[in-house]
């Protein structure tokens, strides 16, 4: 079975701060993973994904992901954390199950941006 | 293009009742998804409609059914609430239902069981 694992339920980083997000996933097939942002009381925004293209996989706002196979890892990094990034951030996997492909997400980690 | 769109964006019920949550997938996706997510949790697989046929469905019981109409949007239907069924109800649209595609969200219908 496909899982995620989202270390750290909240994140602190000051302003400027480099942003360091865990997510480990466990899958026994190729993976295909996703970030996802959550600001309060709105849906899920795409951050990025990895679809085996590239190890490091950029994308919007400044944030970037690296696949690690060797650690089964997919940390999300930003170099220099903004106020509006605090918010809810999901890492997913793509499983399937009987020929229907779905997300399996983590139980996500709150980041707090400090002035 | 217009993304996906989710209504009502909040209602109120009492245990018991029966609700009706409605999606509208972007234009050109054919499969729309529906997640549960609880206070504090990560979303949760209900189910998956293409082409109009459920293609798959999560750990949730028989009072949670969905439609998809012909032009794709869709509906989740919840029978007998109960109040843990209290929760942010997101439903995602694709292209398709294959490993690669990427499921794009809708803001989500906030459901509260009193």
């Known amino acids: 079975a496909q899982s995620v694992t989202q270390l750290g339920s909240h994140v602190s980083v000051s302003e400027g701060a480099l942003v360091l997000l865990r997510c480990n996933y466990s899958?026994?097939?190729?993976?295909?993973l996703f970030w996802y942002v959550q600001y309060p009381n709105q849906g899920l925004q795409l951050l990025l994904k990895y679809t085996s293209a590239a190890t490091l996989v950029k994308g919007i706002n400044g944030f970037e992901a690296e696949f690690k196979k060797s650690e089964t890892s997919f940390h999300l990094t930003k170099p220099s954390a903004h106020m509006s990034d605090a918010a809810e951030y999901f890492c997913?996997?793509?499983?399937?199950?009987?020929?229907?492909?779905?997300?399996?997400f983590g139980t996500g980690t709150r980041l707090k941006v400090l002035a | 293009e217009t993304g996906v769109t989710q209504s009502p964006t909040h209602l109120i019920k009492t245990r018991g009742q029966q609700v009706t949550l409605r999606c509208s997938s972007q234009?050109?996706?054919?499969?729309v998804s529906w997640y549960q997510q609880a206070l504090g949790q990560g979303p949760q697989f209900i189910f998956q409609y293409y082409r109009e046929e459920e293609n798959g469905r999560g750990n949730f019981p028989p009072r949670f059914s969905g439609l998809q109409f012909p032009n794709y949007s869709s509906e989740l239907n919840v029978n007998a609430l109960e109040l843990d069924d209290s929760a942010l109800y997101l439903c995602?649209?694709?292209?398709?239902?294959?490993?690669?595609?990427?499921?794009?969200f809708g803001p989500g219908t906030r459901l509260l069981v009193l």
């Open positions: 899958s026994s097939v190729p993976p295909y």
């Open positions: 997913a996997v793509s499983a399937t199950t009987s020929g229907t492909y779905k997300y399996i």
């Open positions: 234009s050109g996706h054919n499969t």
């Open positions: 995602a649209s694709s292209k398709g239902g294959t490993k690669q595609e990427t499921q794009y």
